[in-house]
């Protein structure tokens, strides 16, 4: 299973490593980190920007070791763009497309998207729950005009860390 | 009932370490048992250390989730102009997920 991390797990995450009070949902985040391997967690350019260029703890490079970029591929801003158009915010419509429209290298990537978006946004879950049905008939009608790899898109779950780690 | 451990250091850093506990005020082995403290307790970092270039770590654990959160985004922002524009390409037989 694959999964790309939104910045609301990456910086429980990283409040848990540099000692922060280990609540209910830094718990939970961290058992994430620790329970899956690199090639099962993904984090966005952003997300590597901000661990690399911005803070400046050793922990962010433990959390970088732990988990894979996920970078966007030409029909990423497409469906983003589809997103926003159905009421998702601009940062959010494009991570579950890149969570859809995404691979592991620049050139000729291994994969194409992930399993599922870990967030501790339960509005944008809730968004994407009720929204569902018509994302994936959406989804479906766009990809079905791509080419290989493309035509293979298919939708994320959208969950919270403990929903994830309480399923394995 | 405390027992003794005996920790071996370079002279370099036993001179160093007493300077620097001088400069807290504290004898060094209250330094050092403060230190081991933390660190049993999985505080592996000193609380004035840098966080980022403006924020101590203390200064960041001390955030509400709301200011904190607040912070990310900011960085988030900052980070997409950043980054640009990246466009990877897959190779046709990329796996999809199962």
Not at chain 1, 1 to 11: A, E, G, I
Not at chain 1, 71 to 94: C, H, I, N, Q, S
Request: some cysteine; hydrophobic content about 40%; aromatic content about 8%.
């Amino acid at each position: 299973m694959r999964y790309l991390l939104d910045k609301s797990v990456v910086r429980r995450c990283l409040r848990g490593l540099i000692g922060g009070t280990l609540t209910d949902d830094v718990r939970h985040s961290l058992r994430l980190l620790r329970t899956f391997t690199p090639d099962e967690l993904y984090i966005s350019l952003q997300t590597l920007h901000i661990l690399t260029h911005i803070i400046k703890v050793p922990q962010a490079r433990f959390i970088i070791a732990r988990t894979t970029v996920l970078y966007p591929v030409k029909y990423t801003k497409r469906w983003a763009r589809r997103l926003r158009e159905m009421g998702f915010k601009r940062e959010d419509a494009y991570l579950l497309s890149l969570a859809t429209f995404s691979t592991d290298q620049l050139k000729e990537g291994r994969i194409l998207g992930v399993n599922g978006f870990v967030t501790y946004d339960y509005h944008l879950q809730n968004h994407f729950l009720a929204l569902q049905p018509q994302l994936e008939i959406r989804l479906r009608r766009m990809a079905a005009r791509l080419s290989p790899p493309y035509n293979r898109a298919s939708l994320p779950t959208v969950n919270t860390p403990d929903q994830i780690t309480s399923s394995t | 009932m405390p027992t003794t451990m005996t920790i071996r250091l370079d002279a370099e850093i036993q001179e160093a370490l007493r300077h620097k506990s001088r400069q807290l005020h504290l004898d060094a082995e209250t330094a050092v048992v403060q230190l081991i403290r933390d660190f049993v307790k999985g505080r592996l970092l000193l609380a004035d250390q840098e966080f980022t270039e403006k924020l101590t770590v203390a200064e960041y654990l001390a955030l509400s989730d709301e200011q904190e959160a607040a912070l990310w985004d900011r960085w988030y922002r900052e980070a997409d102009r950043r980054v640009g524009t990246i466009i990877a390409e897959a190779s046709p037989d990329a796996l999809p997920p199962r």
